[in-house]
């Protein structure tokens, strides 16, 4: 089965940058390929959240306008490996940041659909 392990979260100031590999192991190249692969976040006393989505090989990408302008997704197949990157930290981006399969870009974000990541923890504080 396929695993995902995200990882680069931590405690940040406001208006910084922070990076986030999502490595995926237990599987092929080929595998992992097929795959559009989305970022989700769960802030306290809030609903899962979708940010972005890639499709399988990285030509296209989607961004909820929460996010855009100062998110990024990107893939690297040969590296089974997706990345978020994260500009203008604000405070309300505090939040645990999930990768995962699930294409959820048009539906509520379900964590028994798709394979998931362990999730990484972001605490955006001055």
């Known amino acids: 089965e396929m695993r995902l392990v995200e990882t680069g979260g931590g405690m940040m100031q406001p208006r910084r940058s922070l990076i986030h590999p999502c490595v995926a192991s237990?599987?092929?190249?080929?595998?992992?390929?097929?795959?559009?692969c989305s970022w989700i976040r769960h802030a306290p006393w809030k609903e899962l959240e979708w940010l972005l989505m890639v499709n399988t090989v990285g030509g296209t990408t989607w961004y909820a306008d929460s996010v855009k302008g100062r998110f990024t997704i990107s893939r690297d197949n040969a590296k089974n490996t997706v990345w978020l990157q994260m500009d203008g930290l604000k405070s309300e981006d505090t939040a645990r940041y999930y990768c995962?399969?699930?294409?959820?870009?048009?539906?509520?974000?379900?964590?028994?659909?798709?394979?998931w990541g362990q999730g990484t923890q972001v605490t955006v504080s001055s």
């Open positions: 237990g599987t092929a190249r080929e595998t992992f390929r097929s795959f559009k």
């Open positions: 995962t399969t699930g294409t959820f870009r048009t539906v509520a974000p379900r964590k028994d659909v798709g394979f």
